[in-house]
């Protein structure tokens, strides 16, 4: 089960308290307190683990605790200090604050581990309130109590890639064939319920991630369909990839302005990262021209059929990239426009080393910022 958020409270362990007793032993004259120190509380840790892959662990689940420290021993002996809680999660953990909605943590580094809620102190044994005047303390100090907060956990996937587009446009037959993915398909909408990842080889050395997530329809960012829950799973994607299904009932262009339309009102932040279409199911075309179609729809995006085939483009269709020879990557355009077929396999290789080439476009536009 993909379980992207939980909510609860945690505690850290409660400090022990010391320890009232009297030094009694044989041949020993003169004898006095000796009560020792309660031991300090368990500390609550986060842990980033690449193995686990989901917050299915804490479904359920409304409270977690770390221990208490012991109390003090006589012969001046500290209490235990209480067991630490680790909450492993995986990468991509947002830890929220549930009452103020601040991100504490952003958990994105595997194997990062970060101190949440530090465990209260332990008391005094009766030792240290020796003196002159009192000989002969019988008091001692309860521990610290440890710190609560109310917390909520969001899981946002990491991915250099992410899939956009309505139900049933070919994403997770894409990400099945092109990938190390094996999402459910079937020919009606909504199959995919929840996101997936998968690893794109490209050649022998390099590789990135894929991330397809639950179709997105009018209104997603709203609320409507399951697009706003998971919405935030293309939020940490470098690049994104429409995929936009020629064989729809919808026009291309009319799928392509919904879709960037409800990422913008997601998040302006995510509608300026680099981008790419690819024109999905051509080998399900049922019109008249499929060439013009393809035109036409490049066209009303305000751009011009490429001339040049730097990637080795299989088949006859139209399409475009962008030409960067002699201008710099401008990312208020798609890198470039693809006709693909899933199912005959056409250009699925040449849209690996394309995205390949966008993500790397990607890394020099920061290095230039």
């Given amino acids: 089960m993909f379980i992207d958020s939980a909510r609860f409270s945690v505690t850290s362990g409660k400090g022990g308290q010391g320890c009232a007793a009297f030094r009694r032993e044989k041949f020993v004259v003169k004898g006095g307190p000796d009560g020792g120190d309660g031991g300090k509380g368990g500390d609550v840790y986060f842990l980033v683990d690449n193995n686990t892959d989901t917050l299915s662990n804490y479904k359920g689940r409304k409270f977690f605790k770390a221990d208490n420290g012991k109390q003090g021993l006589g012969g001046r002996m500290t209490g235990k200090s209480g067991e630490h809680l680790v909450l492993i999660v995986p990468p991509g953990t947002q830890v929220i604050d549930d009452e103020t909605n601040e991100i504490i943590f952003d958990l994105v580094e595997v194997g990062e581990k970060v101190l949440f809620l530090e465990g209260g102190k332990g008391g005094l044994g009766n030792v240290h309130f020796k003196n002159s005047r009192n000989q002969r303390p019988t008091y001692f100090q309860p521990g610290l109590p440890g710190q609560l907060r109310k917390i909520r956990l969001e899981l946002k996937l990491i991915a250099d890639v992410g ?203 920061k290095i230039s910022n």
């Fill in 163 to 365: 899939l956009v587009g309505y139900p049933n446009v070919g994403k997770s037959t894409l990400i099945s064939v092109t990938s190390n993915a094996s999402p459910e398909i079937a020919n009606y909408e909504f199959t995919t319920l929840t996101p997936k990842l998968g690893v794109v080889e490209v050649g022998n050395y390099n590789s990135f991630v894929m991330a397809d997530i639950p179709g997105i329809i009018d209104g997603a960012s709203e609320g409507r369909g399951l697009g706003l829950e998971f919405l935030k799973h293309i939020e940490r994607t470098k690049t994104l990839l429409f995929v936009i299904d020629v064989a729809n009932y919808r026009t291309m262009i009319d799928q392509y302005r919904v879709l960037k339309e409800e990422v913008s009102k997601f998040s302006g932040e995510l509608a300026k990262r680099n981008y790419a279409i690819v024109l999905s199911k051509i080998d399900g075309y049922i019109g008249e021209n499929l060439e013009e179609d393809i035109n036409k729809f490049i066209e009303d995006i305000g751009l011009e059929v490429s001339k040049t085939n730097e990637f080795k483009f299989e088949g006859d269709y139209p399409y475009f990239i962008q030409d960067l020879v002699y201008s710099r990557f401008d990312n208020t355009k798609p890198y470039f426009v693809l006709p693909i077929s899933s199912l005959t396999k056409l250009n699925l290789k040449s849209l690996g080393f394309a995205l390949y080439n966008l993500l790397e476009q990607g890394k020099d536009e």
